[in-house]
Structure formats: structure tokens, C-alpha cells
T-cell receptor, first 115, second 115 residues
Framework: DAGVIQSPRHEVTEMGQEVTLRCKPI?????LFWYRQTMMRGLELLIY????????DSGMPEDRFSAKMPNASFSTLKIQPSEPRDSAVYFC?????????????FGEGSWLTVV | KQEVTQIPAALSVPEGENLVLNCSFT??????LQWFRQDPGKGLTSLLL?????REQTSGRLNASLDKSSGRSTLYIAASQPGDSATYLC??????????????FGAGTRLAVHP
């Protein structure tokens, strides 16, 4: 398997613009996670899905952030409108059900800069 | 609220040294604990996963231990090499019923191994 695939890898956008980050999880995984990483706050869980259904979105910063998973092989994280404080690395990760030795696999991240 | 702390925040050692990275967590009701490695500009790679019922896991020069009752884990790296230079993150998976599933990360330890 190619692993978790994220796009774009890098994006620079102007404040106020809409940003859409995309993720393709590992085939067959039941769970998909969106994390944000910054120097100040480290890795924060934004939202996760189980079988395409959002389970916990308590980490989503505010209404400007939204995430969808229309099918088992695709998810998006959207920021509208974007602000400079949204600049961070956004990671997508996936896993099987969390029992036994099932680990979580991360994509390479989408590096977002909002100017 | 579960909090994960890693000490030290940064470590610089000469090649060949054996070293220990520490991770502590405040709530012992965890499902498992994972150690990850993150290289600059990359995603996270899982190194070792310890189930809550286990005491340690080994992979090559890496050994991770878990003491759930005291809320501590250590990652031991034997005979360190310059290629081990990276950030090492500890994460605990919280245990809930009904498919609830959350991974909480520490801030990481930045390791530099110099020749």
C-alpha cells in the first residue's frame, strides 16, 4: 500500500482565502484522523472519523474549520476563511480498529502558510 | 484531562551513547502507548506500540517500557547513531467504549546524535 496520501504538500495562501486539504487513507482502515502541528501547541487532534462518520470534532478550532469524509477512501479538511494563525502542518492519519497491535499511520503532512 | 509530558525537550549526545527518553501521562486508563519518530519535514513513523497489559517492547536497538500504574514510559536507544537524529514523540491511546478512540501526544524530544 502507498500509505496515507495527503495533498497538497505545501500551500501558501492569502488571508481570507479558502483552503482545502485532502487525504486518502490506507485502504481498509476504519478510522481517519486529522491532526494539526505547531511549535507552540504540538500535535493536536482536530477531528476523527469511524467508518466515514465523524465521531469527535471537539478539537476543531472554530466554525471556519470543517471536515468531510464522503467515502472510505477520501477526506477533506477545509478552512474558510483562512487566517495567519492557521499556519501549521496538517496531518492525516488512519488505522484499523484500536485493539491489539493496530498502530496508526500518518501521512507526510500538508504545510500551510497563510500570509 | 489526559496530559502527556516528555523529558528532556532536547538532547545532544555523541555517537555510540546509550540514551533514555522519558514520557509521563496523568491518567493511567490508557489503551496503549506508542513511540513515534518524526524527521524534519516528514510525517510520523511508529516505532513501538505497547499494549496496556504489556511491560515492554523491543525492536532492534530500541526498547520501550511501560509502567501504567506510575504513568511512565521510557524509550531506550542503544549505541546511538547519527541516523537516529530526529524528534521522538510519545502518544497514549485513550480507552473508551463504543468505538471512541483518541491519541494524545507529548511535545516530543529533539535528539541530535553527532559523530
Amino acid at each position: 500500500d502507498a500509505g496515507v496520501i495527503q495533498s497538497p504538500r505545501h500551500e501558501v495562501t492569502e488571508m481570507g482565502q479558502e483552503v482545502t486539504l485532502r487525504c486518502k487513507p490506507i485502504s481498509g482502515h476504519d478510522y481517519l484522523f486529522w491532526y494539526r502541528q505547531t511549535m507552540m501547541r504540538g500535535l493536536e487532534l482536530l477531528i476523527y472519523f469511524n467508518n466515514n462518520v465523524p465521531i469527535d470534532d471537539s478539537g476543531m478550532p472554530e466554525d471556519r474549520f470543517s471536515a468531510k469524509m464522503p467515502n472510505a477512501s477520501f477526506s477533506t479538511l477545509k478552512i474558510q476563511p483562512s487566517e495567519p494563525r492557521d499556519s501549521a502542518v496538517y496531518f492525516c492519519a488512519s488505522s484499523f480498529v484500536p485493539h491489539r497491535g493496530n498502530t496508526i499511520y500518518f501521512g507526510e503532512g500538508s504545510w500551510l502558510t497563510v500570509v | 484531562k489526559q496530559e502527556v509530558t516528555q523529558i528532556p525537550a532536547a538532547l545532544s549526545v555523541p555517537e555510540g551513547e546509550n540514551l533514555v527518553l522519558n514520557c509521563s501521562f496523568t491518567d493511567s486508563a490508557i489503551y496503549n502507548l506508542q513511540w513515534f519518530r518524526q524527521d524534519p519535514g516528514k510525517g510520523l513513523t511508529s516505532l513501538l506500540l505497547i499494549q496496556s497489559s504489556q511491560r515492554e517492547q523491543t525492536s532492534g536497538r530500541l526498547n520501550a517500557s511501560l509502567d501504567k500504574s506510575s504513568g511512565r514510559s521510557t524509550l531506550y536507544i542503544a549505541a546511538s547513531q547519527p541516523g537516529d537524529s530526529a524528534t521522538y514523540l510519545c502518544a497514549v491511546r485513550l480507552q473508551f467504549s463504543g468505538g471512541y478512540n483518541k491519541l494524545i501526544f507529548g511535545a516530543g524530544t529533539r535528539l541530535a546524535v553527532h559523530p
